[in-house]
């Protein structure tokens, strides 16, 4: 089975350090092609680099994951966008679901969620 080609796009450095061993301990079928710091880093990277998932925070300077999230999913064979964030309620749930995103994670549950989520695309069926 390859790889996952995967993204990682927050604007919190400790959490990127903390997502890619998390990744790497519960995921071994994901392989970090890139890393961004915010949503326009993240649309030029899912446009130059391809991924098959992109993980993402929904708040971050310069623009957001709902918002990269939009125009990613514009793209032509857009890749899985999962969502995270310390934010969990009803309207953020509704606002990813919105943009196109496949997925919401909160960041607490990161470990477990982003695992549960990845068996999900493998199989090809309902996400977190």
């Known amino acids: 089975m390859a790889k996952l080609k995967t993204l990682l796009v927050d604007d919190n450095a400790s959490f990127l350090t903390l997502a890619t061993h998390l990744l790497a301990d519960a ?12 949503g326009l880093e993240a649309v030029r990277l899912a446009e130059e680099r391809l991924p098959d998932l992109i993980i993402m925070d929904l708040q971050m300077p310069r623009m957001g994951g709902l918002q990269a999230t939009r125009l990613i999913k514009a793209q032509d064979k857009p890749p899985a966008i999962l969502l995270v964030s310390n934010y969990d309620d009803i309207d953020h749930r509704q606002f990813t679901a919105q943009v196109g995103a496949d997925g919401f994670i909160n960041k607490q549950e990161f470990e477990v969620g982003v695992a549960a989520f990845i068996a999900g695309l493998r199989q090809g069926g309902a996400h977190a």
């Not at 995921?27 to 915010?38: F, K, N």
């Open 27 to 38: 995921c071994p079928d994901v392989e970090i092609i890139a890393t961004a710091g915010d």
